[in-house]
């Protein structure tokens, strides 16, 4: 990696943790927690990692072969990291794993939708081949 790109990539991780510091400052301070701080701090996060990755904040670029495989095996592992991680998240927010108790509804759904993404979206991107 170059240095203006680690530079970059350096830059991109003091926002990170600067927005992190700011959130977890006002939850300390004032007891809020701030949804906007922690949707910016996983984007500066990605933004982080994609630098780390391919030395570019969209991960694009020329790939060679490798570098498709790398996605493509990453992708897979991370869709199911995220079904279980929103299973997880879903249980231990509402505190319950009886189905009966639980109230968060488009949290039910977006769990619900992890589970049929992968198959939906190959079924559609496989017509475009038969």
Do not use: C
């Not at 922690?38 to 030395?55: M, P, V």
């Not at 949290?107 to 190959?122: H, K, W, Y």
């Amino acid at each position: 990696m170059s240095k203006t790109k680690s530079i970059i990539a350096i830059l991109v991780f003091i926002a990170f943790l600067s927005i992190v510091g700011f959130s977890l400052y006002k939850w300390v301070s004032f007891g809020t927690i701030d949804a906007a701080g922690i949707f910016f701090s996983f984007l500066a996060l990605s933004y982080f990692f994609n630098w780390l990755n391919w030395g570019h904040h969209e991960g694009g670029g020329e790939k060679d072969e490798l570098d498709r495989h790398i996605e493509t095996q990453s992708a897979k592992i991370g869709y199911y990291v995220l079904m279980i991680l929103s299973g997880l998240i879903l249980f231990i927010s509402e505190g319950t794993g009886n189905f009966k108790h639980i109230n968060n509804y488009p949290l039910v759904v977006v769990v619900g939708l992890t589970f049929v993404t992968v198959p939906i979206t190959e079924f559609i991107y496989s017509k475009k081949y038969k």
